[in-house]
């Protein structure tokens, strides 16, 4: 409710912690690690607590419980990038010939309506080209 009242004041406010967060690039990367480090902290102190409180284990078992429980939660998200990584020139190889039949389909439109055109109509194209990068030159030499 108070975005749809307040929209430019919360843009505004939204802006600044950006611009904010720009220009202050190096203390924001610093603090985004150690708020990452922290929640990393936090599971692990979590899941600290909850072996030793289901299984009643000592210190040393809990902290091995832990160090391979967390490996095997991070193998999922690490496997999957695997994946990602070994099919990734496969779709590039997909893209660049999607782009390639793209660009051939613009070309035969270009062509089609340029073959369509009138002999004025061409003209008026060829000046309006000649004129362009006329005035192009013309602003990067001055």
């Not at 990734?88 to 073959?115: F, G, T």
């Not at 192009?136 to 001055?142: G, N, T």
Request: net charge neutral; aromatic share 12%; proline share 1%.
């Amino acid at each position: 409710m108070i975005l749809f009242t307040h929209r430019k004041a919360a843009l505004g406010l939204i802006l600044a912690v950006i611009a904010l967060a720009l220009v202050m690039i190096d203390t924001v990367f610093d603090l985004v690690l150690e708020l990452l480090h922290m929640s990393f902290e936090l599971i692990e102190l979590s899941l600290d607590i909850l072996i030793e409180y289901i299984f009643h284990t000592d210190l040393h078992d809990t902290q091995v419980i832990v160090f391979y429980l967390m490996w095997a939660i991070a193998g999922y998200p690490l496997y999957k990038l695997y994946q990602l990584l070994r099919s990734l020139p496969h779709r590039c190889v997909e893209c660049m010939d999607n782009l390639a039949r793209a660009w051939r389909q613009l070309k035969k439109q270009i062509s089609a309506y340029w073959h369509g055109l009138s002999a004025l109509g061409k003209a008026k194209w060829s000046m309006g080209f000649m004129t362009s990068v006329t005035c192009m030159i013309f602003w990067v030499l001055i």
